[in-house]
């Protein structure tokens, strides 16, 4: 059993700085690729960032040069550092894994409960 555990979500106002973070846990031996998507109201889920396990990003145009993706892969751990906030950033903030490697052989992905984010005056 694999499981995504997200955290770092909250209120914040404009211009300001979140920090997202997602443990994976279970029997893991390691995962391909991380990533965070999110979803506003009313919105499609969409990719904000991704990190493989050799360190190779991708982003969203939106977020380019706000957003920051790093991981951990000693703790299975993937962050997100969100500046610059703006309001349209507002949704739920999934955390994502993908080939998953673990005591059960290889689980394709696996979704975490989501954090909410709210940027707002």
């Known amino acids: 059993q694999v499981q995504l555990v997200e955290s770092g979500g909250g209120l914040v106002e404009p211009g300001g700085s979140l920090r997202l973070s997602c443990v994976a846990s279970?029997?893991?031996?390691?995962?391909?690729?991380m990533g965070w998507s999110r979803q506003a109201p009313g919105k499609q889920r969409e990719l904000v960032a991704a990190i493989t396990s050799a360190g190779k990003t991708n982003y969203t145009d939106s977020v380019k040069g706000r957003f920051t993706i790093s991981r951990d892969n000693e703790k299975d751990t993937v962050y997100l550092q969100m500046s610059s906030l703006k309001p349209e950033d507002t949704a739920v903030y999934y955390c994502?894994?993908?080939?998953?490697?673990?005591?059960?052989?290889?689980?394709?992905?696996?979704w975490g409960q989501g954090t909410q984010v709210t940027v707002s005056s």
């Open positions: 994502n894994a993908r080939t998953i490697y673990y005591s059960n052989g290889i689980l394709p992905e696996s």
């Open positions: 279970g029997e893991i031996f390691s995962i391909h690729t």
